[in-house]
């Protein structure tokens, strides 16, 4: 914790990860022997974007591609096997496209409409009346997390300074006039924002739209609801923040299973390689979607998630969503692996199973928050809803990481033998934290609605570390940039614990909500002033 906030440059990270003379020259040579003569670099010539034809890639790699066809009808083209020269396989990590037809989900679920804010039987509203006064099971607003979470009352001392971002993939793309009617509201004073948020497209992503969706747009389906959501959620709770949108597009490698037989994965390495780019990025960074890990070929989460690393490295902080899921979605029958021996198991996700991000789980009700869960059933607004429960796990990808081994073991060992062989037991463990994710007041397609997922819980708490780092550079000090080895040290004190609820999923009820540090809701969710205590920054 020494070093802990000592951020280093653009240039200084360049060098660090620059790969050596003798791999660049072996690389290189490969290339021209084999006819490619067209390529560029990344920023720290990690990566070489080489361009060639189909046929040039087949002798390249000694391989033949074909024609996939997915079953909306989307194709695209991959082969099942390649490979290098043996000489090549310490100086390569990965290329592609390959053999991956990985596909993604946003992590949000069931979009409501509603005309009134009816209330489930049984729910019991908070009993602190400052919160009760602002905060009703449906929908739940701005007004409310700011208030429940204690930043209401913050006045932000260096916006110009202090930046947020978000991303976006799946041709998704916040449309502005919804945030404009969401933001008059739930926080007037931010309408105009909806209008002037920085919109960055990388690699045909679909910048932020300025007129309303049209009848065409709505029927083709939802390409909107979750970067409205992000956009909806930051704007409101960091206003007079800069906030940029980063819509991603091209498709990443992918392995399918039974979850996700599609190619719906983000194109994860194509974003980060462009920020890492970049000179200015904002401080703080929410990504609300993921992929059942084992869809994600394990050189690429690995290559990917060292990426994350240097973001981390350079005070960028990554939050992103656990998932809908659970320990594995709602089907038994899918929590198998993908390995051609269909073995019962889990299903972590990627990227919250990486150790250099900061994974945001959900949770429900005020006083006390308890871990997101729903069964599937006839919803607040009277029409069905699908299952939803805060995503669980442990990764099967990635070692736990030094920072965890202080609770996770502990935790591991209370289990008592519970759900062994379903889940690695030297696995980083997922979420870190929780928020709120149940029936977020919402506007898509200028309507009135709620939407739920962690997918909502990950753009609050970035919202809130956010406003943490403008206190913090108030103070002439360094962002928090990657979360997880303060927070496990000292900064879990400034959040509540949760203590009731368990993971659910496969068909069963698994993990249980503890005491301390868990796999369904981390360390809890924040306290905003005794961070700034804990940051001695009040």
């Not at 945030?179 to 920085?198: C, D, G, M, N």
Request: net charge negative; charged share 15%.
């Amino acid at each position: 914790m020494k070093r802990y906030g000592q951020h280093l440059s653009f240039e200084h990270i360049n060098e660090l990860v620059a790969p050596k003379e003798e791999t660049l020259d072996l690389v290189h040579e490969w290339l021209l022997t084999n006819g490619v003569k067209e390529f560029s670099y990344s920023e720290a010539k990690d990566w070489i974007n080489i361009y060639i034809d189909v046929s040039s890639a087949e002798s390249l790699l000694d391989t033949k591609y074909s024609v996939f066809q997915h079953e909306d009808g989307s194709t695209l083209v991959r082969t099942s096997e390649w490979s290098l020269p043996e000489h090549l396989h310490e100086h390569i990590d990965t290329i592609q496209p390959t053999t991956s037809f990985m596909r993604t989900k946003t992590q949000s679920v069931d979009y409501v409409q509603f005309k009134d804010h009816p209330t489930p039987p049984g729910y019991k509203p908070p009993t602190n009346e400052t919160i009760a006064k602002v905060c009703k099971f449906f929908p739940v607003t701005i007004e409310c997390f700011r208030t429940l979470y204690g930043t209401i009352n913050y006045v932000q001392k260096v916006p110009g300074l202090n930046k947020i971002g978000f991303n976006n993939y799946l041709n998704q793309t916040p449309i502005r006039p919804d945030v404009a009617k969401f933001l008059s509201e739930w926080r007037p004073e931010a309408e105009h924002t909806a209008y002037t948020f920085k919109s960055v497209s990388i690699d045909g992503g679909l910048p932020a739209q300025d007129t309303p969706l049209t009848p065409a747009q709505v029927k083709a389906g939802d390409h909107w609801g979750e970067a409205n959501l992000d956009a909806q959620t930051i704007l409101g709770m960091t206003y007079p923040q800069p906030v940029t949108s980063y819509s991603t597009g091209g498709s990443p490698p992918f392995t399918p299973d039974i979850n996700t037989p599609t190619d719906t994965n983000e194109p994860y390495l194509t974003w980060v390689n462009f920020v890492m780019g970049q000179k200015d990025v904002p401080q703080v960074i929410s990504s609300s979607y993921g992929d059942d890990e084992q869809t994600v070929p394990k050189a690429y989460a690995q290559r990917v998630c060292q990426q994350f690393a240097q973001l981390g490295a350079r005070g960028i902080s990554l939050l992103v969503s656990s998932g809908d899921g659970g320990v594995g979605g709602s089907d038994p029958a899918a929590c198998v692996s993908n390995d051609g021996k269909n073995t019962t198991t889990f299903l972590p996700a990627f990227p919250a199973s990486c150790p250099y991000v900061t994974t945001v789980g959900a949770t429900q009700q005020f006083e006390p928050e308890v871990s997101a869960y729903r069964q599937p059933g006839i919803g607040p607004d009277g029409r069905q809803h699908g299952f939803y429960a805060s995503g669980s796990g442990f990764s099967y990808y990635f070692p736990r990481p030094s920072y965890q081994d202080a609770v996770v073991p502990a935790y591991v060992k209370n289990l008592k033998g519970a759900w062994d062989g379903l889940y690695n037991k030297n696995g980083r463990g997922y979420p870190d934290l929780s928020a709120q994710g149940l029936y977020f007041a919402y506007v898509g397609n200028l309507t009135d609605g709620s939407i739920s997922g962690t997918s909502a819980s990950c753009p609050l708490m970035s919202s809130i570390i956010s406003l943490a780092n403008d206190a913090l550079i108030s103070h002439r000090k360094a962002p928090l940039g990657f979360l997880n080895p303060w927070l496990y040290k000292v900064g879990y004190k400034g959040f509540t614990d949760i203590l009731s609820g368990d993971a659910q999923g496969c068909g069963v009820s698994a993990f249980p909500v503890t005491k301390g540090w868990d796999p369904i809701t981390g360390f809890g969710t924040p306290v905003f002033p005794e961070i700034l205590e804990i940051l001695e920054c009040r």
